[in-house]
């Protein structure tokens, strides 16, 4: 049972460039979700989803957009990279009765210059 | 705006002392609130909660105590032990309407010294 796994670890990116950020659980819950962390921050919800298919937007959602496909995977694309997105990004995930025991991966620690 | 406040971001104590850490927030409508540990390169962990209805609960050497008229919760770690060393982050939520409820503080470092 490996949990919340989210790769990569670390990535560099050139402003204006694209990277889909990957999560995956095995835990089969249905609720996942993608906070940031910047320095001095708490967790901010960028977005989440209740299921396959269905997604909402977070507080901080603008410069990002989800799918969910499966109940297991739960990618975060950023299209066009700003170094406002500097940040730590970490995916989530929960069972809907025990929606505030989320269930972290480790980070992915994003740079944008 | 930040809802839910920690205003130490870093604490030290000596191994077997007690460790206090402080949470404030501004919401009154918030009835759950967490703890969540976080050690370097991981991702946050689920440590203890409270709900509105109690103003304390007890896990082990874990103890988090919540004062609704002062809207302020403290998690109590005794004794501190060097592994307990870790970001401490407090959580709040609003019922649940949602799944995009959790509200989360900026955390504390608790450094554990031997």
């Known amino acids: 049972n490996a949990g919340v796994t989210q790769t990569p670890k670390f990535r560099i990116l050139k402003i204006g460039q694209s990277m889909t950020l990957q999560c995956a659980q095995d835990m089969n819950h249905n609720y996942m979700y993608w906070y940031r962390q910047d320095p001095g921050m708490g967790l901010k919800l960028i977005y989440y989803?209740?299921?396959?298919?269905?997604?909402d937007k977070g507080e901080v959602p603008n410069g990002y957009n989800v799918s969910r496909s499966t109940t297991e995977d739960f990618p975060l694309r950023l299209e066009l990279a700003a170094p406002s997105q500097t940040s730590v990004y970490f995916c989530?995930?929960?069972?809907?009765?025990?929606?505030?025991?989320?269930?972290f991966g480790p980070g992915t620690r994003l740079l944008v210059l | 705006d930040q809802q839910v406040k920690q205003n130490s971001p870093s604490l030290s104590v000596q191994e077997g002392r007690i460790s206090i850490l402080n949470c404030d927030y501004t919401n009154s409508m918030f009835d759950y609130f967490l703890w969540y540990k976080k050690y370097p390169a991981e991702g946050p962990t689920f440590l203890i909660s409270i709900s509105s209805i109690k103003d304390k609960n007890e896990d082990g050497r874990f103890t988090v105590f919540l004062n609704k008229s002062a809207k302020h919760l403290s998690l109590h770690i005794v004794p501190s032990q060097p592994g307990d060393s870790a970001v401490y982050f407090c959580?709040?939520?609003?019922?649940?309407?949602?799944?995009?409820?959790?509200?989360f503080g900026t955390g504390t470092r608790l450094t554990v010294i031997p």
């Open positions: 959580a709040a939520s609003v019922g649940w309407t949602g799944a995009n409820n959790l509200f």
């Open positions: 989530a995930s929960s069972y809907p009765q025990e929606q505030e025991t989320q269930y």
């Open positions: 989803s209740v299921g396959a298919g269905i997604t």
